[in-house]
T-cell receptor
Framework: DAKTTQPNSMESNEEEPVHLPCNHS???????IHWYRQLPSQGPEYVIH???SNVNNRMASLAIAEDRKSSTLILHRATLRDAAVYYC?????????????FGKGTKLTVNP | KAGVTQTPRYLIKTRGQQVTLSCSPI?????VSWYQQTPGQGLQFLFEYFSETQRNKGNFPGRFSGRQFSNSRSEMNVSTLELGDSALYLCASSQPWGAGETQYFGPGTRLLVL
């Protein structure tokens, strides 16, 4: 399973942008980059995913480096509700399995 | 559309007992995966079922088993419970069309083994 590296924790202030980095230097050409987050006392929830191009949705933006060895999840204006553990996960494009390999993730603290 | 539901939400068992957890996926989803989450090991993949067949299995002992029914509902069973089995057990469902598809997680069943 391809490995990702994330900082253990990050801190932000409410209404400020947050950039959560992820390194995946062993990514293969067909691996998708997925981000999930887990709020306290809840199951993980999908945030965003991408392959090569930057992606935007109502929750966040995903910036993918040109060599695809790293990516950054961007929360444009953090709210207290965004306090969670954020996981960066690589998923092979071949399919045949829905298995997600979770690392330790980044625990995001949002200060009021 | 209703989300993934898991029952029961909380459970207390004693060592040596067995337990069965249930997961109802989102309507139309045919793939169900199970995960164990502990403070020490984090989120670990247990197994995945698609069309009533186990398609992938994580590195857990044979005491952990599961099945999927024709309506895609799934159960997992843990026999001869050990203290270390205390964890949050999460179920996720998806349409298994490929790596671009997202998975939807339930709230989990918190199991405490005494």
């Amino acid at each position: 399973d391809a490995k990702t590296t994330q900082p253990n924790s990050m801190e932000s202030n409410e209404e400020e942008p947050v950039h959560l980095p992820c390194n995946h230097s062993t990514i293969s050409g067909t691996d998708y980059i997925h981000w999930y987050r887990q709020l306290p006392s809840q199951g993980p929830e999908y945030v965003i995913h991408g392959l090569t191009s930057n992606v935007n949705n109502r929750m966040a933006s995903l910036a993918i480096a040109e060599d695809r060895k790293s990516s950054t999840l961007i929360l444009h204006r953090a709210t207290l509700r965004d306090a969670a553990v954020y996981y960066c996960i690589l998923r092979p494009a071949q399919g045949g399995s829905e298995k997600l390999v979770f690392g330790k993730g980044t625990k995001l603290t949002v200060n009021p | 559309k209703a989300g993934v539901t898991q029952t029961p939400r909380y459970l207390i068992k004693t060592r040596g007992q067995q337990v069965t957890l249930s997961c109802s996926p989102i309507s139309g989803h045919r793939s169900v995966s199970w995960y164990q989450q502990t403070p020490g090991q984090g989120l670990q993949f247990l197994f995945e079922y698609f069309s009533e067949t186990q398609r992938n299995k994580g590195n857990f002992p044979g005491r952990f088993s599961g099945r999927q029914f024709s309506n895609s509902r799934s159960e997992m069973n843990v026999s001869t419970l050990e203290l270390g089995d205390s964890a949050l057990y999460l179920c996720a469902s998806s349409q298994p069309w490929g790596a671009g598809e997202t998975q939807y997680f339930g709230p989990g069943t918190r199991l405490l083994v005494l």
